[in-house]
């Protein structure tokens, strides 16, 4: 091995080392939150984490027990989901049974799409639901405590249409090829 060729080693291992223990910040705001999701989907602009929104809206959103399409289904913080956690009405099943859409449940950081809840409550009043988690294919194994729903002063266009009967597809989950992922997150990191 010649001098050079020694040389040329030693500074690529140094690198390679030096670079190796340089600290990169990860890049948060590049994972999509059920917060920024549920804001920019509903038009509800109430900022912080989940668990914040029901105490958030009030007097500033009507606040319910019934669902509509449009609305914000709010699970408060638990010891399973400390932050809580937001997602949007997407259709009315029955009294018993909705469609939401959401983000980061099933799976870090995807929006889940006309994704099965159902009432589990003994009152029939939307006080404990189950929602669809896809990773089992199934129900979730937890209930989980819902505080009610936030209604947006005005529905957010998709949701105007679907309250209406129209625009009704049904999807499990939206993967990031349409680009939505990446335009919401360009949005929310603004």
């Known amino acids: 091995m010649t001098l050079k060729t020694f040389a040329r080693t030693a500074i690529?291992?140094?690198?390679l080392t030096a670079g190796s223990m340089t600290a990169v910040p990860a890049l948060a705001s590049s994972i999509l939150?059920?917060?920024?999701?549920?804001?920019?989907?509903?038009?509800?602009?109430?900022f912080g984490n989940a668990n914040t929104w029901w105490a958030q809206a009030?007097?500033?959103?009507?606040?319910?027990?019934?669902?509509?399409?449009?609305?914000?289904?709010?699970?408060?913080?638990?010891r399973a989901m400390p932050i809580g956690h937001v997602a949007v009405v997407s259709r009315i099943i029955n009294s018993r049974e909705i469609l939401i859409d959401h983000a980061n449940w099933s799976y870090r950081g995807q929006i889940e799409r006309d994704v099965r809840v159902v009432d589990v409550s003994p009152n029939n009043d939307w006080s404990m639901a189950r929602v669809?988690?896809?990773?089992?294919?199934?129900?979730?194994?937890?209930?989980?405590?819902?505080?009610?729903?936030?209604?947006?002063?005005?529905?957010a266009p998709r949701y105007a249409a679907r309250a209406r009967g129209g625009d009704v597809q049904l999807a499990a989950l939206t993967p990031d090829a349409s680009g939505e992922l990446a335009a919401i997150v360009e949005r929310v990191g603004r």
Not at 39 to 44: F, L, M, N, T
Not at 58 to 78: I, L, Q, S
Not at 135 to 154: A, K, M, T
């Open 12 to 15: 690529a291992a140094a690198l």
């Open 33 to 46: 939150q059920c917060v920024p999701y549920a804001r920019e989907a509903s038009g509800v602009e109430i």
């Open 58 to 78: 009030e007097g500033r959103y009507e606040r319910g027990r019934e669902p509509r399409v449009g609305a914000v289904m709010h699970f408060p913080g638990t």
């Open 132 to 155: 669809w988690y896809g990773r089992i294919n199934d129900l979730g194994l937890r209930p989980n405590p819902v505080s009610g729903f936030i209604y947006p002063q005005e529905l």
